[in-house]
């Protein structure tokens, strides 16, 4: 069975300072893990997905997420956050059953 | 290109209705997938559809059933609504190779009362 845990329901950052959102899986495969963000009464946005290529994946806004398999992590981060990413975050994986597993995301807060 | 497109945004039912969502997924794409989203939750999967016939699903119980039409777009039916199906639906769409490139819809906002 797979899992998705995102380790913090709530995050508040100051405007200009890093974000770290944590997501923990535990899946019996080498997963593909993705990124998504979901702003106030939208859909869900693809930031970023790892699919056993580098590690350091690198994705839209200036997001990027490290695969670590010994952690089992894929946490995300951003060097400097605006009030525009202030959205729900989810982190979810795919272990070849082409079904996505989501986490419980993580809601953004961003101060002026 | 029109992305993945839901019907209705919102839509409001009582407690043993039935309900009928839809999805056209994004051009070219031939495969769907239904997630349920319970306000301050992931979203779960329910189904997938390809090639009109149902090739997995999730731990929902059988009121909820599916459909896709030979253009590749697809409906959700949920018979017998009750208050815990209150959420918002969402629609994804891919190629049946390419599932890491999943884009999804808007989503339905469905309220049962």
């Known amino acids: 069975a797979q899992s998705v845990t995102q380790l913090d329901s709530h995050v508040s950052v100051s405007e200009g300072t890093p974000v770290l959102l944590r997501c923990n899986y535990s899946?019996?495969?080498?997963?593909?893990l993705f990124w998504y963000v979901q702003h106030p009464n939208k859909g869900l946005q693809l930031l970023l997905k790892y699919t056993s290529a580098a590690t350091l994946v690198k994705g839209i806004n200036g997001f990027e997420a490290e695969f670590k398999k010994s952690e089992t992590s894929f946490h995300l981060t951003k060097p400097s956050a605006h009030m525009s990413d202030a959205a729900e975050y989810f982190c979810?994986?795919?272990?070849?059953?082409?079904?996505?597993?989501f986490g419980g995301g993580t809601r953004l807060m961003v101060k002026p | 290109d029109a992305g993945v497109t839901q019907s209705p945004t919102h839509l409001i039912k009582t407690r043993g209705q039935q309900v009928t969502l839809r999805c056209s997924p994004k051009s070219g794409h031939d495969t769907v997938s239904w997630y349920q989203q319970a306000l301050g939750q992931g979203p779960q999967f329910i189904f997938q559809?390809?090639?009109?016939?149902?090739?997995q699903r999730g731990n929902f119980p059988d009121r909820f059933s599916g459909h896709q039409f030979p253009n590749y777009s697809s409906e959700l039916n949920v018979n017998a609504l009750l208050l815990g199906d209150s959420a918002l639906y969402l629609c994804a769409s891919s190629l049946r190779d390419r599932f890491n490139e999943q884009f999804f819809g808007p989503g339905t906002r469905l309220t049962v009362l």
């Open positions: 979810a994986l795919n272990n070849a059953g082409n079904m996505l597993t």
């Open positions: 899946s019996s495969y080498s997963p593909s």
């Open positions: 559809y390809y090639e009109e016939e149902e090739r």
